[in-house]
């Protein structure tokens, strides 16, 4: 049985989630051009969160959109790994939008790397801004988050797992140490 | 479900988790030819070789869209202009592409078994574009697809397939597929044009188009092949469409959200009239739409697959 620890709890995400909400407004002074795009899966959760927390502060309705990066991945010719391919559901138009990506756990960067590529075949966005509950670090790509819920250095020998109750059985974030 | 296979030869080895997620991540395919930049990279830097030994126009433009589309490279291969004029065996046209490093090839031929005989002999993948009378399987997967798009399942449907059964891959493939997924399956033609034996596969033989229409969810017309007439046995063109052309009086009598498909190349006035075709029960071209969507999935998948099966 792997060893685990909490990060968050789930008043620690609700929290989180209000704080970066009131971050986006301030920095793109409303609601004026703003559309948040979650990033499968759990980054469509958080993405709809945000939403809520959004219209809760500024009783305006924002657009959200869902991304699906597995075509855009660099490891698909890697045979270790067979992603199941799921729709990307964006049904407005990015084109001169302030695109607020929404993630998770933010590791790498790969999987925003591909995220950027995938939201720019989609047409030309004013600016892409990116939204994870957590940074872990360990880039392996220049990119860095504009809003972050918590900071948590981690060893690259642990697992990072967010759960949120539209498909897991509590929201948490835990610490998960790989055998 | 992991996909393991590194070919696409036919939907007769196929289980329904397979046949199943081919369509599902077609579904998610589809949303790409909406775009106004139709182009993912997930096949970048690989080759797919048409190879096709019989005339095609909409299957060998599809899979090239479909190729290009996953921003693979493209060539297409038509026999009349290559070695095998001078007797080059299709082995060796085979192993000659492999030794190019390409990685899928997608092959159309005249006899049966030629997709299955090269998939043995290469360790490339091969997806069958047609073999012979034997299977046509991408054409089925995208007739199941727009079934499941119109109607929301293929489970419990009962589905017509009309025409010349005896020398169609596309009612063989059909036919595996559709009661693999759960549907009722009838096919209805002119005695000579139905198979000996053809009930084993599991459908329901009808020689009355009223009759299999009746109580249809959809149907399949299929074209008639003259060109493979070779005994001028088949019935004659008219005597075909007075007794078994898709009408609008014969669709009258039918459901009235019937689905009429086809696979193309139409002859209108023969197996369809044009009104039909046309019509509002039509999903002709949604299907050649479909094909794409269908064919990026399954080029998608042996990619893929090609490394689990070793």
Redesign the interface.
């Known amino acids: 049985m792997p060893d685990k620890s909490k990060l968050l709890d789930k008043e620690a995400i609700r929290r989180s989630i209000m704080r970066i909400a009131h971050e986006i407004l301030e920095k793109n002074k409303g609601t004026d051009g703003l559309c948040l795009v979650g990033i499968r899966k759990r980054g469509v959760y958080l993405a709809e969160r945000l939403k809520a927390a959004i219209q809760t502060i500024e009783k305006k309705e924002v657009p959200v959109g869902i991304l699906d990066i597995t075509l855009y991945r660099d490891d698909l010719s890697l045979t270790t790994s067979q992603p199941v391919v799921h729709k990307t559901e964006i049904d407005f138009d990015i084109a001169h939008k302030s695109v607020v990506l929404v993630d998770d756990v933010l590791y790498t960067g790969r999987t925003i790397r591909a995220a950027l590529d995938a939201l720019i075949d989609l047409g030309r966005p004013r600016s892409i801004q990116l939204a994870v509950l957590i940074d872990r670090g360990h880039r392996e790509l220049p990119i860095r988050p504009d809003f972050v819920g918590k900071n948590i250095p981690t060893s690259q020998h642990e697992a990072v797992e967010v759960h949120l109750t539209e498909v897991d059985d509590a929201d948490e974030a835990v610490l998960v140490k790989k055998e | 479900m992991?996909?393991t296979r590194k070919d696409l030869l036919g939907l007769d080895d196929l289980s329904r988790e397979e046949i199943e997620l081919i369509l599902s991540?077609a579904?998610?395919?589809k949303?790409?030819s909406s775009?106004?930049?139709k182009?993912?990279?997930?096949l970048r830097?690989k080759t797919v070789v048409n190879l096709f030994y019989e005339p095609s126009t909409r299957t060998r433009v599809s899979f090239e869209v479909a190729a290009k589309r996953?921003s693979a490279d493209v060539i297409n291969i038509e026999t009349e202009t290559s070695s095998v004029k001078k007797g080059e065996t299709l082995i060796d046209t085979g192993t000659n592409i492999q030794a190019l490093n390409a990685d899928i090839i997608v092959i159309r031929h005249n006899y049966s078994g030629a997709a299955m005989m090269l998939a043995r002999h290469l360790n490339i993948s091969v997806v069958n574009a047609g073999d012979g009378w034997h299977e046509h399987p991408t054409q089925a997967l995208l007739d199941m697809f727009t079934l499941k798009e119109k109607l929301g399942k293929i489970d419990g449907l009962k589905v017509s397939i009309v025409g010349d059964i005896a020398h169609s891959r596309v009612a063989r493939s059909n036919i595996w597929g559709l009661i693999k997924l759960g549907a009722e399956v009838t096919v209805c033609a002119p005695e000579i044009l139905i198979p000996p034996a053809i009930e084993e596969m599991g459908v329901r033989v009808s020689y009355d188009i009223d009759e299999a229409l009746h109580d249809a969810d959809a149907v399949n017309v299929l074209r008639m092949q003259f060109e493979r007439d070779g005994q001028n046995a088949f019935p004659k063109q008219v005597e075909y469409f007075k007794n078994f052309g898709i009408t609008k009086e014969r669709l009258q009598k039918a459901k009235k959200n019937i689905i009429v498909m086809h696979p193309g190349p139409l002859n209108r006035g023969i197996e369809i009239s044009s009104e039909v075709a046309d019509g509002a029960n039509s999903v002709i071209l949604e299907q050649v739409t479909n094909g794409i969507a269908v064919r990026m999935?399954v080029l998608?998948l042996v990619a893929?697959?090609e490394?689990?099966e070793k």
Do not use: N
């Open positions: 992991v996909w991540t579904d998610s395919f949303e790409v775009r106004q930049i182009k993912v990279p997930a830097g996953l999935a998608f893929q697959g490394g689990q």
